[in-house]
Every structure is written in structure tokens, then in C-alpha cells.
């Protein structure tokens, strides 16, 4: 490991002594409106539900959706899935793209087909929708192999 360079930690040590002119003012206010502020999601109709006048449905945010699966196939499989995104048309879900960090020795193949089963299962039991994309339309890509647990916090340190 190479040792920080002096000169750097001077200049940042400095930095973080002589905050911005006022800062101390309205740093608090100023932090509480970025922990508030909302994320913008996309709303993915969850099933076709109607009152008895014919109105009504439900639907799930994909923030929500994609925190479900992530926390699924961590949950299920030895892999951590780096990147889960949709593809919509308006409020249905047609498509989804997931990217892998599987561990070194796992059959690919057979872990690529078993996460497409389970995310397919997953949503049609989330979404109730018959309109939910088949097999054919879960993309799965492993990016990545390291050896042990892909989720811990030392992915990639291959034994010396």
C-alpha cells in the first residue's frame, strides 16, 4: 500500500477546519432538506383491482420493486446483484436487465437460470399481472467473479 502523500492531507485537513462562510448557519437546515427530498420513482401498476364502480388500482414504485429483488436474490444466492433496471411501458412492466457479481466455482449458467426463475416468480406474485414479462425478457449479466462471498465487503481479493 502506497502511503498518502503529505501534501494532500495537509490541504484536506484545512479544507474541513475553514468550512464556508455561513455554513455553520444553515448546515443543519441544509442537510434535513437533502435527507427529505424525495426520490423520484416511476409507478408500476401492481394488478387490475377495481371498486365497484370500476375505479381504482394499485401500484408499486420501482425503487421498491428493485430493492425487493436486490434484497431476494442477496437473501436466496452467493451473489450481488450490482445493477437492477426496468424496462416499462407506461405503468406495466415489460423488461428486466440484472447485473451480477456471482463467486468463483458457481455454475453461471445454472445461477443465471435460477435468479431468472426467481425474479419471474417474484414479480408475478408482486405484480399480479398477467401482462409480466416471461423468461425470455429477464436479462442476466454476470459482470463479475470473485472468489468467497461477492456481498462482503472484500469482494475481489483473490488468495495469495
Not at 78 to 95: K, N, V
Request: glycine share 6%; net charge neutral; aromatic share 6%.
Amino acid at each position: 500500500m502506497t502511503e498518502p502523500d503529505p501534501y494532500l492531507q495537509r490541504a484536506a485537513a484545512f479544507l474541513r477546519s475553514v468550512p464556508e462562510p455561513g455554513w455553520d448557519a444553515i448546515h443543519a437546515r441544509v442537510l434535513a432538506a437533502v435527507h427529505a427530498a424525495p426520490r423520484a420513482g416511476w409507478p408500476l401498476r401492481v394488478n387490475t383491482v377495481a371498486d365497484a364502480l370500476g375505479h381504482g388500482a394499485i401500484y408499486l414504485s420501482d425503487h421498491a420493486l428493485r430493492a425487493i429483488v436486490a434484497r431476494e436474490l442477496r437473501r436466496t444466492y452467493m451473489c450481488q446483484p450490482t445493477s437492477i433496471t426496468f424496462t416499462l411501458d407506461q405503468t406495466a412492466l415489460r423488461a428486466v436487465h440484472i447485473t451480477i457479481t456471482g463467486s468463483y466455482g458457481t455454475q453461471l449458467r445454472q445461477l443465471g437460470d435460477a435468479i431468472r426463475h426467481t425474479v419471474l416468480t417474484l414479480i408475478g406474485d408482486l405484480l399480479d399481472n398477467p401482462h409480466h414479462p416471461g423468461t425470455r425478457l429477464i436479462e442476466i449479466t454476470i459482470t463479475d467473479i470473485v472468489t468467497g462471498d461477492p456481498s462482503s465487503p472484500r469482494i475481489g481479493a483473490w488468495p495469495s
